[in-house]
């Protein structure tokens, strides 16, 4: 098996060849490793190779990785899983954004929480944009009224959207997405971001405008759902 480094590398060229192909800048889209569950020398290995973005789904492991690597002060985390009222500090004080935001109450909590030296929390307003029952997210038609409040709050920063389309809805998902983002746009400009895209549907989502892709498998390796 390939090692971190070599994963990483191949990443970033097939990213680079998509760019080259939609005519994209590949500087204006992100790419996350996501190191859920991976061991903290995963995310050195990565790091060593040059990645500094690292997305994180659990409160506690984002903030034991942090800890670990705070000699690491160029690290940027982003955390990007489902998040509970109860573990909104840890977030605060470690990640630099949030892209799963679907509660006013858990927004409120974190630009409460958020520590003044860090400056502004940049987050993302999760849709469920395949109107999923069982998954996290707003749907479309509340983004307006959250996007409003969320935009309002000191410490916080709303910079744009992320979404996890279900399976087999990713090009429809996509391209309402990207729909929705210019929308937002209109009202918050600096709200540019789309998070959209994992090992498996990020070269379409490109297609449709996102901003940041997020790979771990692509990069780590399949995962121990174990513990999950």
């Known amino acids: 098996m390939n090692n971190i480094a070599e994963q990483l590398s191949l ?95 858990i927004a409120q909590r974190l630009a409460e929480q958020r520590p003044a030296q860090l400056g502004k929390l940049k987050v993302l307003l999760q849709i469920n944009i395949s109107n999923e029952p069982t998954k996290a997210g707003i749907l479309p038609q509340q983004l307006p009224e959250l996007a409003a409040a969320v935009a309002q709050l000191p410490q916080l920063e709303l910079k744009g959207l992320m979404a996890i389309p279900a399976p087999g809805d990713s090009e429809r ?16 400009p600096q709200a540019t ?14 297609t449709y405008g996102a901003t940041m892709i997020r790979l771990g498998t692509a990069i780590f390796g399949a995962r121990d759902y174990k513990q999950e």
Not at 28 to 37: D, G, P, R
Not at 173 to 188: C, D, E, K, N, V
Request: charge should be negative.
């Open 11 to 105: 990443a970033y060229y097939n990213l680079n060849e998509k760019c080259n192909v939609l005519a994209t800048d590949n500087k204006a889209v992100a790419l996350i490793a996501v190191s859920k569950t991976k061991p903290v020398a995963a995310v050195l290995e990565a790091y060593r190779a040059g990645q500094r973005l690292f997305g994180e789904n659990y409160p506690q492991e984002l903030a034991e990785k942090a800890q670990q690597l705070s000699d690491c002060q160029d690290i940027c985390w982003h955390f990007i899983g489902p998040l509970q009222s109860n573990k909104t500090k840890l977030v605060a004080e470690h990640a630099s954004w949030v892209h799963s935001i679907d509660r006013l109450k």
């Open 173 to 188: 998902a996509f391209a309402a997405m990207q729909q929705l983002s210019l929308q937002l746009q209109h009202h918050y």
């Open 193 to 206: 971001e789309l998070s959209m895209g994992m090992s498996d549907d990020w070269p379409l989502a490109l």
